[in-house]
């Protein structure tokens, strides 16, 4: 029979339940709940996103009601609760960035990409989301990419250039 892909990413391989455990041992035995941010890390890190199959398991494992994970997995936007594309863009527009164009910089985005926003492109490089406050608003407009790298004034021409370097490095190397 062939195996259900997301009970396949839920599935907790032995290294990912020693990387949970080296997280839990952090805390004091009763309070092995607060392990739960760097165990949804562990999940996404290795299947790309944090299915309700997946947040289920880490409750299990960390003896916690399901619903209390997923409040985590839903409160911060660095987790994926689907597959997302190879570069997850996320266009700040709180209000500082919206002052500073960052509507509009989601929009370009949006129509270079051809998606709509909170859409993977067909070719499954580039995943287009707002955010909330990255934190940067002196460098508004402000996109995230990859939860990582933080790429500051972003007017249409740097979100070209952005999107042209992002699909180069993507390209197989010969
Ligand atoms: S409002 Fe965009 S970084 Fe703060």
Known sequence: MKDDPKAAASRLSESMKQDFAREVAK??????????MACLAIVQKEFGYVSQESEI???DYLGM???????VTTFYNMYNQ????K???NVCTNLPCQLRDGERALDHLCKRLHVEEGGTTADGLFTVQ???????CADAPVML???RQMVSFMSN?????LIDTLATAAQPTK
């Open 145 to 147: 990419v990859n939860d």
């Open 87 to 89: 570069f997850k863009l």
């Open 65 to 71: 009601p399901p619903i209390a994970v997923h409040e």
């Open 57 to 59: 398991a880490v409750a």
């Open 82 to 85: 689907q597959p997302v594309g």
């Open 27 to 36: 805390y004091p035995p009763d309070q092995r709940q607060s392990a739960v």
């Open 157 to 161: 021409d740097r979100v070209d250039a």
């Open 130 to 136: 707002k955010s909330e406050c990255l934190g940067a």
